[in-house]
């Protein structure tokens, strides 16, 4: 391919096949790049591929895609078990891997070494700043975070976060590919925990489960309330429950290792509900529980420290 739009960037590598790692792949590919997606399971690779048919079969059926144009990006599309030979042909990097410090430092190290020297290479973490992150690798200047929402296919938010260390050539770089994958890129001047988004999210969300915590509304009349309200599309607790109150809790772990704020700690609510192995929709029982169809219903108790 080539694209005026980001010159260089042919070949796109997702470090990472799950949800977010498959789509933001897809994304590229439907936006014209090579696409492959890398990870250690290659059992991720089915249903990766097998969901990712589905929403664009689906969206096809719906008019909002071409079907000739999907069949065109499920060919530019590769799945691998191989980071070396699919890091050494890689222009531009998406690193969506787990969200521990370490383990993203230990990526980009090898991710250094085998790219080549003009590969920029990004992290999809709100949590973890690429700042943390470039020392690990001789290349500072073409590191950044570039932060896609869930889901990644839908969702037209990405936030382009460079480092003090991060060149202008890398931010351009990183939101012009945002914007070659239909996206609107949010720019921001500054690095700061959580960024953007997360961070207005996140008040909304600490607030309501403060809310519960006192006594002063259920779970599902604080939802009630930020839908008829305020117009969101799902309540807090509704939306914790979908992306799972797991990612929120190791999130706030992150913020609080680096600030060492206690406000940024988890609430008691949510540890103990992720110390229940109570994670939601993927686990059926969370703020709410779902049957084995997805149908929400109210759980017995408010899902508060017992």
Do not use: W
């Amino acid at each position: 391919m080539s694209s005026q739009d980001t010159p260089g960037v042919h070949d796109v590598l997702v470090v990472g096949c799950g949800a977010m790692g498959s789509q933001i792949a897809m994304a590229c590919a439907l936006a014209g790049y090579r696409a492959t997606a890398f990870d250690l399971d290659a059992g991720a690779f089915d249903r990766a591929a097998a969901e990712l048919r589905r929403r664009l079969d689906r969206d096809v059926a719906k008019g909002r895609r071409d079907a000739d144009a999907v069949t065109e990006a499920f060919e530019r599309l590769s799945f691998t078990t191989d980071l070396d030979a699919a890091a050494r042909r890689a222009d531009f990097v998406i690193e969506a891997a787990a969200e521990d410090l370490e383990v993203k430092r230990e990526v980009f190290a090898r991710l250094d070494a085998l790219a080549p020297a003009h590969t920029i290479l990004t992290t999809n973490s709100s949590a973890i700043a690429s700042s943390r992150i470039a020392d690990a690798t001789a290349r500072p200047d073409r590191v950044a975070n570039m932060h896609f929402f869930n889901p990644a296919l839908v969702m037209r938010c990405v936030e382009v976060v460079g480092g003090p260390e991060t060149s202008a050539a890398t931010v351009a770089t990183t939101t012009a590919l945002a914007r070659r994958l239909g996206k609107d890129p949010v720019v921001l001047r500054k690095e700061v925990p959580g960024f953007v988004a997360n961070r207005i999210l996140g008040a909304a969300r600490d607030e309501a489960v403060s809310l519960l915590e006192q006594g002063v509304a259920s779970v599902q009349d604080i939802d009630t309330a930020c839908r008829t309200a305020l117009g969101h599309p799902m309540g807090p607790f509704e939306l914790m429950d979908l992306t799972g109150i797991d990612i929120g809790y190791r999130a706030k772990l992150a913020r609080y290792a680096e600030t060492e704020d206690p406000a940024d700690r988890p609430s008691r609510t949510v540890t103990e509900l992720v110390e229940r192995g109570e994670l939601g929709r993927k686990t059926g029982l969370g703020f709410y529980r779902y049957a084995d169809d997805g149908t929400q219903y109210p759980r017995e108790d408010d899902g508060t420290p017992r």
